[in-house]
């Protein structure tokens, strides 16, 4: 999916850290740091530490982080640059959300967003290349590890392609919208397996971030006149399903272990995963992402 030709995005909407803490052991994050990941996200704890036992650790002498934010980027940077598609892409998601949610009956916030290298702390914990991108209700702020889309193509399997990083930022995006509506409250996300509040949270961001898809090529810029996005392409789409295919649950487990255990689950299926995904981005509507309904699943 591309930016619109005259689109312009303000600098200072997404902040940076950039840092080193050293080279993680073997190179690159293993199928450990992918299932450490997992528990992480399930249970609010850093198990960093375990990643960096067993592959070695950070080496000495810790590189002072750098703070900033990424700076005004012109459409064809974000075409060509991720740093610049990160920020893009958060400013398209303000303004559909910001549109979307009180034509609802909801009010609207947006979320910080942190794009980080090495290591940062959160109001969830530390985050690092282990624990991959997430949304912190706490922090009410997406952090995203930009190195994580290599890791979707090389160790995940998924194609690549900028709609399939833009549906990663588009379904941490929609646990704020979460957060604003009251299910992250209501959910109870320390539960595990295919019925679980985990599960159902997880797909409904999916299904948002599929009903964002939809809707971007039509939502106008109001600083340029011109929309965000152009249409997208059936190869653009099939990178964004391939993306969610490679992180459904059963996919990454018969990665790491070569089984599969329903009962674990918190992020759903590689099928389900998909199917919210095309729920969203075909129906188009919040009602049409109701996971918590008992018979949506």
């Known amino acids: 999916m591309t930016f619109t030709e005259g689109g312009s995005f303000e600098g200072g909407r997404v902040k940076t850290s950039r840092g080193r803490r050293g080279a993680v052991a073997g190179g690159g994050v293993s199928l450990l740091a992918i299932a450490v990941y997992l528990v992480s996200q399930l249970t609010g704890v850093d198990l960093t530490p375990v990643v960096d036992a067993v592959q070695g650790g950070a080496a000495p002498g810790a590189v002072q ?3 900033g934010t990424v700076a005004t980027c012109s459409a064809a940077d974000a075409n060509s640059q991720r740093d610049c598609r990160l920020s893009a892409t958060v400013y398209a998601l303000d303004a559909y ?3 979307t949610l009180p034509a609802n ?11 980080f290298e090495s290591t940062m702390s959160t109001g969830c914990g530390t985050a690092s290349a282990s624990t991959g991108p997430f949304y912190c209700p706490p922090d009410q702020a997406i952090y995203i590890d930009l190195g ?3 890791l979707l193509q090389s160790q995940y399997g998924a194609s690549g392609g900028s ?6 930022v588009a379904h941490e995006y929609g646990h704020h919208i979460q957060q604003i509506t009251g299910v992250m409250d209501k ?3 320390r539960g595990a397996g295919v019925d679980s509040d985990s599960v159902k949270a997880e797909l409904q961001a999916d299904c948002y971030a599929g009903l964002w898809t939809g809707h971007a090529a039509t939502v106008v810029d109001p600083k340029t006149g011109v929309t965000f996005l152009n249409p997208i392409t059936q190869a653009e789409l099939s990178d964004a399903l391939s993306a969610a295919q490679a992180v459904g649950d059963d996919h990454i487990q018969q990665q790491s272990s070569g089984g599969v255990n329903p009962d674990t689950w918190t992020h759903g ?3 389900e995963r998909e199917r919210w995904f095309m729920t969203g981005y075909t129906q188009g509507t919040i009602a049409s992402c109701d996971t918590f309904s ?3 699943l």
């Open 65 to 67: 982080a750098t703070e």
């Open 97 to 99: 959300w910001g549109q």
């Open 105 to 115: 009956g909801s009010s609207f916030s947006q979320p910080e967003v942190y794009s």
């Open 148 to 150: 994580f889309y290599d």
């Open 163 to 168: 709609l399939a990083e833009m549906y990663v």
């Open 187 to 189: 959910a109870n996300r």
């Open 269 to 271: 299926s590689s099928a």
């Open 294 to 296: 008992a018979s949506s």
